[in-house]
């Protein structure tokens, strides 16, 4: 099913908390494009994306106790463009089944996902060269 495009991209971005650090990072690297996108993230997230960076964002619950699973929802109403999701694939989650469930959620509605860093540069530099 083709995607009409929208005028901004809706991005979800999502870190667990080791990777929390390079979010921010990631997030300022890309602020002015960031400030034109509707934004959704997990409860601390999104948190410090607001506090730290001055991005509005719509916060989620935290992953554990069911953020995930919001985001996923709005990916499957067709309300997310991408999704940013820093995982720390050193530390095991207890809501791991959520991890996966958004992930193939992704797959499944043919929605990019970007799981680490390089990624996520990627992606982000394609939807702004889309948007140039």
Do not use: W
């Not at 979800?12 to 993230?41: N, P, Q, V």
């Not at 797959?107 to 540069?121: E, G, L």
């Amino acid at each position: 099913m083709t995607k009409p495009p929208q005028l901004k991209p809706r991005i979800a971005l999502i870190a667990h908390d080791r990777k929390k650090d390079d979010m921010i990072t990631l997030a300022g690297e890309y602020l002015d494009f960031l400030k034109g996108c509707t934004l959704s993230a997990t409860g601390t997230t999104g948190g410090r994306l607001a506090n730290e960076l001055g991005l509005t964002v719509e916060r989620k619950h935290s992953g554990p106790v069911g953020g995930d699973l919001q985001i996923g929802a709005q990916l499957v109403q067709g309300e997310i463009d991408c999704v940013i999701f820093l995982r720390d694939p050193m530390t095991p989650q207890p809501h791991e089944p959520d991890i996966n469930a958004l992930v193939r959620a992704c797959d499944v509605h043919d929605i990019a996902c970007a799981t680490n860093v390089s990624t996520a540069r990627l992606v982000l530099s394609q939807l702004m060269r889309a948007r140039a």
